[in-house]
T-cell receptor, first 112, second 113 residues
C-alpha cells in the first residue's frame, strides 16, 4: 500500500504558484520522497526527489518538513501544461530494488 | 539521449490470446521495471529486471512474465488474456545504482475484447 496521503484534487490559476501537499507520517529514515506527474494517458514524468533537505530543480521545488512527515511540491509559475495527476511516493533510494508504490495521486487543474 | 521506448503503442487482442510487449531502456540503463495501470487499481508494479535477472516481483498471477536481454531491452508477456488485462502497460528504466530515478516510457495500451 502507498505510504502517502494526498488530497484528491486541487485547482490553481495560471501564473500562480501551485503548492501540492503530501503526508507521509510513517516514512522511514532511509526513505526518499519522490514526485512524479502523469499527463493524461502518458507515462509518468519524474519531477524531483529529496531525503530531508529542500530541493529545487528546473521544474519545481520540494519542501520537506523537519520531522519528514509531510512535504510540499511547489510549481512556482503554473501553466496550463502543468495540469496532470501528481504522485507523491515514499521509497527507499532507488538502485537496490526498483519498485515505486503509487497511490491515487492528486489531480491538479490549472485554470486560465 | 533518447528516452524509454515501448512498442507497440496500441494493441487489441481477444480473450485467451497471448501478447508480448517490448521496452527499450535509456542507453546505459540496466534496470527495467514494468507497471500496469487501470482505472480501478491505478499504477501497480509488475516486476523489475536488472542485468537479465528478475530482481523484484509484484502480486500478479503467473500469466504475467518477463525477461531481459543482454542489451537491457525487456519484454513482457501475458498469456491467456482476460478482459481485466486491458490496461496501460508502462515500463521504466534506471541505471539501477543507488539514488537514481526511474524514467517512464509512453506505455502500451492493451485492449482485450
Amino acid at each position: 500500500d502507498a505510504k502517502t496521503t494526498q488530497p484528491p484534487s486541487m485547482d490553481c490559476a495560471e501564473g500562480r504558484a501551485a503548492n501540492l501537499p503530501c503526508n507521509h507520517s510513517t516514512i522511514s529514515g532511509n526513505e526518499y520522497v519522490y514526485w512524479y506527474r502523469q499527463i493524461h494517458s502518458q507515462g509518468p514524468q519524474y519531477i524531483i526527489h529529496g531525503l530531508k533537505n529542500n530541493e529545487t530543480n528546473e521544474m519545481a521545488s520540494l519542501i520537506i518538513t523537519e520531522d519528514r512527515k509531510s512535504s510540499t511540491l511547489i510549481l512556482p509559475h503554473a501553466t496550463l501544461r502543468d495540469t496532470a495527476v501528481y504522485y507523491c511516493i515514499v521509497s527507499p533510494p532507488q538502485g537496490g530494488s526498483e519498485k515505486l508504490v503509487f497511490g491515487k495521486g492528486m489531480k491538479l487543474t490549472v485554470n486560465p | 539521449k533518447a528516452g524509454v521506448t515501448q512498442t507497440p503503442r496500441y494493441l487489441i487482442k481477444t480473450r485467451g490470446q497471448q501478447v508480448t510487449l517490448s521496452c527499450s531502456p535509456i542507453s546505459g540503463h540496466r534496470s527495467v521495471s514494468w507497471y500496469q495501470q487501470t482505472p480501478g487499481q491505478g499504477l501497480q508494479f509488475l516486476f523489475e529486471y536488472f542485468s537479465e535477472t528478475q530482481r523484484n516481483k509484484g502480486n500478479f498471477p503467473g500469466r504475467f512474465s518477463g525477461r531481459q536481454f543482454s542489451n537491457s531491452r525487456s519484454e513482457m508477456n501475458v498469456s491467456t488474456l482476460e478482459l481485466g488485462d486491458s490496461a496501460l502497460y508502462l515500463c521504466a528504466s534506471s541505471s539501477g545504482t543507488a539514488r537514481d530515478t526511474q524514467y517512464f516510457g509512453p506505455g502500451t495500451r492493451l485492449t482485450v475484447l
